[in-house]
């Protein structure tokens, strides 16, 4: 059992870069966005590459080849006590008067942000899948 778990984790070099090099991208547009929009931001740069790159990658790795909404609920779960503990300890950081706020109110705050967040691995993975189509498409179409 402990084998097959860890086996969820297996990805080839090419389809490892692949997805570290989107949701590293995916992590700086998400903050990027958070703080132009003044809903939350990471307290430092480097955050990005260690919650993205240590957690999600992971976290995507993990459920890839589930179904969608089995994607998503664990997604969820896994990402609630970081979002809890990130705004607990100040290195995430919300913005006063943030939008989600103000639609959702101060107390549903990370709530919401853990619901919107647990998109993130499946949508990263769809957008991996499609990078990689397309380089072996254009591997296959390439003269020899």
């Not at 547009?29 to 307290?43: N, Q, R, T, V, Y």
């Not at 853990?114 to 003269?143: D, N, Q, S, W």
Request: contains cysteine; aromatic residues 14%.
């Amino acid at each position: 059992m402990l084998a097959a778990f860890f086996r969820r984790f297996r990805a080839t070099p090419s389809e490892l870069a692949a997805t570290c090099a989107v949701f590293l991208c995916i992590g700086v547009l998400m903050d990027s966005f958070g703080k132009w929009s003044h809903i939350a931001e990471f307290k430092y740069f480097w955050q990005i590459g260690t919650c993205y790159l240590g957690f999600v990658v992971p976290l995507a790795l993990f459920v890839r080849g589930l179904p969608l909404p089995l994607q998503y609920c664990v997604c969820v779960t896994a990402f609630i006590p970081l979002e809890v503990a990130g705004y607990a300890i100040g290195s995430s950081i919300a913005h006063d008067g943030n939008l989600l706020e103000a639609v959702f109110g101060l107390r549903n705050f990370t709530a919401v942000m853990v619901a919107g967040v647990g998109f993130i691995p499946p949508i990263g993975l769809k957008i991996v899948e499609g990078i990689r189509k397309l380089g072996k498409g254009r591997a296959a179409a390439a003269p020899p």
